[in-house]
């Protein structure tokens, strides 16, 4: 059985927050759903549970912080091409999203870092098969010619 992978994200607006995601192309899961919590499925092993910040509350002892200031995780997620990439960040920016920092290039990987309308960071990456299965000198070797 694969290993699914569910990412918890504080949010000050839901329904807002539903629709943000559901114009990126998660799917809202409406058996996971109610008025404290949403649940965004990206494909069938990557889930984001996006609770009301009192709601995320009652799952730790810990003080929640905001994510329009601070940061407590950054999520990435991969994609099949840096055109993929530049595609996913459009839809952010359409959607409500912003820029968190510019994004990076390093030959062999590109990603974006975009913040959700309540500050929760998500990337989005390519990276080159080569480098992904040998790592980035197998990549740059290889399209070095060395």
Not at 5 to 30: C, M, Q, S
Not at 55 to 80: C, E, K, M
């Amino acid at each position: 059985m694969p290993t699914n992978v569910f990412v918890n994200l504080p949010t000050a607006d839901l329904p807002k927050a539903k629709e943000f995601y559901a114009a990126l192309g998660a799917e809202i899961v409406p058996e996971f759903t109610d008025d404290n919590a949403a649940c965004v499925k990206w494909d069938d092993n990557v889930f984001f549970m996006v609770l009301t910040r009192e709601y995320f509350g009652t799952f730790t002892d810990r003080t929640v912080v905001d994510p329009a200031g601070a940061a407590q995780v950054i999520t990435a997620l991969s994609r099949d091409s840096r055109e993929d990439v530049d595609a996913i960040r459009q839809r952010v920016l359409d959607a409500g999203g912003s820029e968190h920092k510019d994004p990076q290039d390093y030959g062999f990987m590109y990603s974006v870092s975009l913040a959700d309308p309540d500050g929760n960071i998500i990337e989005f990456l390519w990276m080159d098969p080569v480098a992904a299965e040998k790592g980035p000198e197998a990549f740059m070797a290889e399209s070095t010619g060395a």
